[in-house]
């Protein structure tokens, strides 16, 4: 029998499509009050959804899809049999931010840039974090990511992560707080871009009457950060997109961008170091290269700086680099800052370089290398995410509720091995979104990956990307292990 | 542009032209053997094998013409199949899919595609395959209609010229030598082997597109000499070597000019050379002295073009000759 209307799992008593969407008391709804009363930044969308039939939403999704595949934008998943290109999927319902959230969240965003920058300025030279105690020593000159060869090195205007992808999550309040930074090589901005267009065809005129903030600049944007590293140098610095090639999984979005940008996609094999300056090889002649935005991983960038096997890199790129010759954005190094132990102490960098009190609060996380801290996560693994610290993607992860008792067993050994390596936390009932699958909209969960810009000053644009998961109950929304991605509309 | 990026429109282009000539002499000799048996046909599937310079059918492949003509045209194994050739051109294209329009990869795309769809050719075609090489012939046009229209007739799109007209030159001096190495066969041996005869002219012309317009020039009688002027030395058809010369010369000068650096390169020389060598030629000196003779200076010449088109533009030392910006 059907339980009560109002209780945690009944399906409501709203019309289609939305006729079998669960409210779950325990999660916040983007969409859904927990009464089933729509927000009211959604009610035009709720209205607006009604008056479509089936057929008509489905051909909706068909064409949003051939758009996606017109064009291209794909990515590739590791591990897959095939290694294939996919369509990353993408679900017609947007997501809807009000403009109060929004600003808050800016603020918030803003204020942890400028501390990691200043946080990374500290630890590669004065210390003075360190001395003071604030974070421990050993960890972040034990943190894998922390590169002893950009001690004494200040890279242009100090500014150590151009673009920085940081994670948000809702919790049951509905509050944004912060999952991850990602401050190496964060990707996804060219589906923002690309889901942007095509919610714009998907749903024009409510585009239009609901006031969305514009973000079709973010390559403009991008681009004036990166030349802003080379400014006092020249001002019409030579600006490429430095990628591993046409396998690399987001190599879609490096392609995109370069060209948005007006700039050169190279490969390492096309820059060339001489006197300890870049230069790029062109039927031309060799031209001198002023910044480079690379995405590839600081191991493989020089050969002879680091892993002597990498075959993407370019020899003696970083002699030049920290001779000045050339900007590279990100900088090396820069993983220390976003190293999943490092990320705790986050809320306390901000209080020490800026003498405020952080904006947006960090998730609860459990330092394992504190016995009581090990011993309590320990206990209620099947509670908890566990995270290797230095991976992304989802990947070396334990989502303790779906966990196995040999995979909790696994991870067991692993913290044990190595307690510095891992974090966790507790799991969180992140927010649902509504979803059009199978002919209805359904709930699904969902995070945000806003990209901050840091050029001369932080410059965020507005929105970013909703990744979900798309597969019912799952809380992964990376598209490596079946996500997707969702239109961001920031109201103006 | 980027040297590799050039390098990439330059093979692409390569492997589309060598692609497209091999569709085209397949058919006409798929064709032009559809009533012949045994011995001869074979013979003349071997000489398509030669003058494409085909690596040899694999060990315990039976080698009949059926087998031939499917390992030119379909099989992934043999690097210069019309199938090897449409998948490396697409390749290439890939890499420089930011430079091409969305046209020209859309095109280059879909040809692929169906090349992909038509399979390994073991189980035969209805229509003997006449579509499959129409085809890659049709989509090879498509290509380079569009290109044709929305390149910019820059840097990139000289490059793509360049590959074009090279790999052409290079496939009908081929042709041509093999094609007149039979004609100094003695006529006495009237074996499987034996001399050109009327029908191989006409194969060779239609290779080369250039029946209609040779009937024109001349007569429907093929004389030796008058198919080597026309092929050869013809200052007008497309499908002359040539014009194919003298095309490489505009492209080479081209690039000089805008690499903005002093003084003819090496490329250049080589290209005027080839191309005067053929303009100031006279079809009755070329036959007296043998024309096997000329044609061995053209491959050379071809040659020596693309390694110094490649030392000057692509993959020269960067401690060298230039002077850094």
Known sequence: M?????????????????DEYPLDASSYD????????????????????????????????????????NQGVTFTVYGDDEGTERIMPFDLVPRIITSAEWDRVERGLAQRVQALNLFLRDVYNEQRILADGIVPRELVLGCPHYLPQMQGFVPPGGVYTTVVGTDLVRIETGEFVVLEDNLRVPSGVSYMIANRGVTKKVFPTLFQSYGVRPTDQYAARLRAALQHLASDRTARPRIVVLTPGIHNSAYFEHSFLARQMGV?????????????????????????????????????????????????????????????NVAIANALGAGVADDKAVYTYVPELIRYYLDEEPILPNVETYRLEDPKERDHVLANLERMVVKAVGQSGGYGMLMG?????????EFKAKILADPRGYIAQPVLRISTAPCFTEGRVQPRHVDLRPYILFGGKVDIVPGGLTRVALRKGSLVVNSSQGGGTKATWVLD | MLSRVADCLYWMSRY????????????????????????????????????????????????????????????????????????????????????ISTEMWESINLLYHRVRQAGDGRVPAEDGGASYYKLVMDGVYLFHGHAQSTLSHNEGWQFVRLGQHIERAQMIARQLRVNFRLCSVAPSNGGPDGPADHLDWIALMKSCLALEMYCKAYSPQFEPALVAEFLLLDAKF???VRFCAEHIRESLDELAVQSLQPGSKRSQLLAGRLASMLSYAQVEEVMAEGIENLLERVALLCDAIHEALYAEYIHYAVEEEHQPA
């Open chain 1, 2 to 18: 059907t339980p009560p209307a109002g209780s945690p799992e009944s399906p409501t008593t709203l019309p289609y499509p939305f």
């Open chain 1, 30 to 69: 983007e969409m859904f009050e927990h009464d089933g009363t729509p927000r009211p930044h959604y009610r035009a969308i709720f209205d607006q959804l009604q008056r479509f039939t089936r057929e008509q939403l489905e051909r909706r999704q068909q064409a949003a899809d051939l758009t996606f595949f």
């Open chain 1, 264 to 324: 050169e996609l190279v490969e390492g094999s096309d820059l060339v170091v001489k006197d300890q300056v870049v230069y790029m090889r062109t039927t031309r002649g060799p031209r001198r290269v002023d910044v480079i935005y690379r995405r590839i991983d600081d191991d493989f960038l020089d050969p002879l700086a680091f892993r002597s096997d990498s075959m993407l890199g370019v020899p003696g790129i970083f002699q030049a680099y920290r001779a000045g």
């Open chain 1, 401 to 409: 509720p779906s966990s196995t008792s040999a995979e909790r067993a």
């Open chain 2, 16 to 99: 589309l032209e060598r692609a497209q000539h091999t569709a085209r002499l397949v058919d006409v000799y798929r064709d032009i053997t559809l009533d012949q048996k045994g011995a001869r046909a074979l013979a003349r599937w071997r000489l398509v094998n030669e003058e494409l310079e085909l690596p040899p059918l694999p060990d315990g492949a039976q080698e009949d013409p059926r087998e031939l003509a499917r390992w030119i045209s379909y099989d992934l194994l043999n690097e210069s199949s019309i199938a090897s050739s449409v998948h490396r051109a697409r390749e290439n294209a890939r890499s420089v899919r930011e430079l």
């Open chain 2, 238 to 240: 497309p499908y002359s």
